[in-house]
Structure formats: structure tokens, C-alpha cells
């Protein structure tokens, strides 16, 4: 199952939202700031072992990454119908994430990812490295996370497995 994350940059109000949900962060983090096609671009470029895709413009870019190891997966239900369209073996990427670039106002630029939590962890790690910090929460919950340019881990309100 997969579960759709927001990563943006951090800002003064997103640290004061993550005291409020306990999260151990200091008020102190310095601003990150939004990602352009060409820092994803270079992140993705830099994971072994996946593909990926980036298309679009500066503005409105969108990005397909997939582990280039995969698995075997069968489709088989009692509609006979589906079967037919969907049944059989297919092949899929053990881990896979599609990345979107939303643009919403008065705030700065995010990035949504729906897909592999831990791919996605490691690409939001990899943001704080080279755009500075980073909060990211799932749409479900909306308690951010924190991943700091120094940090092996990000901050969040639990202990990070």
C-alpha cells in the first residue's frame, strides 16, 4: 500500500506546526528551499539501482522512479471479465514512487509523491542535502517530519525506525 506524501521546504510556520504536534524541532532550523526540476533531476540522477523520467517545465514538472529490481506478481479474481483484461502474471518494480510539482498559493512550491515510503524517504533526505531542510507529511496524518542537512534521520514526533 501506498500512502501520498508532501515535501517542502521548511519554513518558520511549518516549525511552529511541528511543535504543536510534538514533534522536537527547533525554531531555530534554518529555511530550506523549493526544489526545481534541475535538483530533482540530480537527486534521481544519483540513486543506484533505479530509472526515472522527469518531464514538464520549471513550473509544473512531474517524475517517474522505479528500482530497476523487480518481482512477480499474479492477478486472479472471480470476475472473468478482469481476468481476461487483467489476469495472468505481470511484472513490477520493488520499489516505485511517482513525484508531482505542485504549485500552490501564497505558499512556496512542494512536491507531492505517491508511492514507496522508504524511496520516498531517501529522495527527501537527499532534498535537505542540496536545497537545505525539508518537512514532509503524509496526506492522511499531517504530522511533519524533518530532515535536516545534518541529520542521519528526520525529526518527527516518534523515535525513526
Excluded at 77 to 82: E, H, K, V
Excluded at 110 to 131: N, P, V, W, Y
Aim: glycine share 6%; aromatic share 10%.
Amino acid at each position: 500500500m501506498s500512502i501520498s506524501y508532501i515535501v517542502l521546504p521548511v519554513t518558520q510556520q511549518l516549525l511552529e506546526w511541528g511543535q504543536q504536534c510534538d514533534v522536537p524541532i527547533s525554531l531555530d532550523t534554518p529555511n530550506g528551499y523549493a526544489a526545481s526540476m534541475a535538483d530533482l533531476t540530480d537527486i534521481l540522477e544519483s540513486l543506484e539501482g533505479f530509472t526515472f523520467n522527469v518531464r514538464g517545465t520549471e513550473d509544473q514538472f512531474n517524475a517517474q522512479v522505479d528500482s530497476i529490481d523487480t518481482y512477480d506478481w499474479q492477478y486472479e479474481t472471480a470476475d472473468p471479465l478482469m481476468n481476461k483484461a487483467f489476469g495472468g502474471t505481470h511484472t513490477s518494480p520493488k520499489e516505485s514512487v511517482t513525484i508531482d510539482r505542485l504549485n500552490p498559493e501564497q505558499q512556496p512550491p512542494s512536491l507531492s509523491f505517491h508511492g514507496d515510503i522508504t524511496l520516498t524517504m531517501r529522495i527527501a533526505q537527499e532534498l535537505s542535502q542540496k536545497c537545505g531542510p525539508q518537512a514532509a507529511f503524509a496526506t492522511c496524518d499531517g504530522i511533519p517530519a524533518f530532515f535536516l542537512p545534518d541529520a542521519p534521520t528526520p525529526v518527527w514526533n516518534e523515535p525513526w525506525l
